[in-house]
């Protein structure tokens, strides 16, 4: 059975991996209404092989309760939709550190959140073997 639970070791919460995302090096894909930038973990902190964080601009939400909603409906359609992800990695792929930046400009329904993140992870899946044999 899938576990869909969205546990602490997933959470990416290092302020070094988190600066290490914006260095020269890491990947981006663009889904509107996110942009999704990645990069291997240089040291795996969890069984989990990926750590996965979201960002909300405070320019274009200033309240803060649209803010931690549109973190939440992020956060819920990447838990429904990780263990798609998880089965397409290969067994020894490293650990990946995972920021979706939210880019959208209104506060989003829940079908479109869970629409863009399934084209997201598709595209991700596609992409991520044809960027790991390039490196």
């Known amino acids: 059975m899938n576990d869909f639970r969205f546990q602490r070791g997933e959470r990416l919460k290092s302020r070094k991996e988190l600066e290490r995302l914006f260095e020269p090096g890491s990947s981006a894909l663009m889904q509107y209404p996110f942009r999704l930038v990645w990069r291997p973990v240089e040291e795996a902190r969890s069984d989990f092989p990926i750590q996965f ?10 309240h803060a309760v649209d803010r ?30 995972w920021m979706i930046i939210f880019i959208g400009k209104e506060l ?9 993140m399934r084209k997201l992870i598709t595209k991700f899946i596609k992409q991520y073997p044809l960027s790991q044999t390039n490196a």
């Open 53 to 62: 964080t979201v960002s909300v601009s405070k320019r274009r939400f200033k």
């Open 108 to 116: 989003p329904e829940y079908a479109k959140v869970d629409k863009a």
């Open 68 to 97: 931690n909603r549109v973190k939440r409906l992020v956060r819920e359609a990447y838990r429904l939709r990780k263990n798609e992800l998880y089965d397409a990695l290969p067994e020894d792929s490293p650990q990946l550190a």
